[in-house]
């Protein structure tokens, strides 16, 4: 395992401050919506990220949080066998700044937030 991954992991010496995606994730989106009719981005992390840039690019999100040996209800969702479900714990940050979960700096998404459209 690189350090660059190590460094963004988000437990123990991984901890990072910036709630920011890692350099080349939002380039990577951006190729797909290049070849692709439809964008679906399903991020796997253990708190929100800062990803205005990919909100604004995929049609859909899912947050799957760290779903361990129930992920394969990420699959159910996106080929229409379930309907997404669930609210924000946490704000979802609009930037880096702040930690994850904290009400400093811009809020994208707030406490609650819900949407299956």
Do not use: C, K
Request: charged fraction near 15%; glycine fraction near 12%.
């Amino acid at each position: 395992m690189s350090h660059s991954t190590v460094r963004r992991q988000a437990n123990g010496v991984g901890d990072v401050a910036d709630a920011t995606l890692a350099p080349g994730q939002v380039s990577i989106v951006e190729r797909m919506r290049a070849v692709a009719d439809h964008v679906v981005v399903i991020v796997i992390a253990g708190r929100p990220l800062a990803m205005d840039p990919v909100f604004d690019i995929a049609d859909s999100v899912i947050m799957a949080w760290l779903p361990g040996s129930e992920g394969a209800g990420i699959t159910d969702v996106l080929f229409g066998h379930a309907e997404p479900e669930g609210t924000l714990p946490v704000p979802w940050p609009a930037s880096g700044t702040g930690a994850a979960g904290s009400p400093e700096g811009p809020i994208r998404f707030p406490v609650g937030y819900a949407s299956s459209e």
